[in-house]
């Protein structure tokens, strides 16, 4: 087994002065007039994946999907509930986090490198590999924020596959890019995905979901609705959103 995923629930506190100045925010507390409002953004959500696996995770805005990852990944500590991680997680959570603007592309690439853990030696032996599949090699001084998202999508996608992670998680980064990337990245998924390597992913298409991955997770304001076998759980989710869908129509 390699992720391991036991009643995970994540919760969060939120005030009501976060827009408010300092001279009102001291007027509402001496008043009693500061709110906090708790809130569940994961509920409970178990399950487990083994090597080879590929994981998509779908569910409509607010689902709690990109937050289960950030805890999957080690950011973010859970409530209640436990997850156990068997191996080396190369995460793409946020576009550009991990990289720091004012430095290039190459420089970017061995800061990235050294974060994830892995030795000067190594990302130099890779160096020319993750720029040519990023196609970026005519922008390797290019300081990284002057790069387009695009760029910065293909950048961050090839450093995690071509690093040879055991663990790769995505947030809906293969809905960044053209279509010549996205065929291209999809199939590098693969190729990982067959030497080993477990992967989670967001994604909102579901003919994506239904393309590549064995697993599916369904997440709905935090609880999870649905495991398992893909076309089963598309199927069901499909239903829902065409439900939910009419009922806008006739609202």
Known sequence: MIIDVKNVTVNYSVSNFRD???????????????????????????????EGDLLGIIGTNGAGKSTL???????MKPAKGSVTVNGKIAALLELGSGFDGDL????NIFLRGAMLGYTKEFVTDKYTSILQYAELTEFENRAFKQLSSGMK???AFSLACLM????????????????????????????????????????H???????????????????????????????????????????????
């Open 20 to 50: 408010i100045g300092l001279k009102e925010y001291f007027i509402k507390k001496v008043k009693h007039e500061i709110k906090t409002e708790h809130f569940t953004a994961v509920d409970n959500v178990s399950f487990s994946l083994d």
């Open 205 to 251: 298409s579901i003919p994506q979901v239904r393309r590549l991955c064995n697993k599916v997770l369904w997440l709905d304001k935090g609880k999870q609705i649905a495991f398992g076998d893909v076309n089963t759980v598309c199927d069901k989710y499909e239903r829902y959103i065409q439900t939910v869908t009419n009922m806008q129509k006739i609202d």
């Open 164 to 203: 040879e992670p055991e663990i790769l998680i995505l947030d809906e980064v293969l809905s960044v890019g053209d279509a010549a990337f996205r065929a291209k990245s999809e199939a590098t998924m693969m190729k990982i995905i067959k030497g080993g390597c477990c992967t989670l992913f967001v994604s």
């Open 69 to 75: 990852l950030k805890v999957i990944s080690g950011i």
């Open 104 to 107: 290039t592309v190459k420089e």
């Open 153 to 155: 999508s293909r950048l």
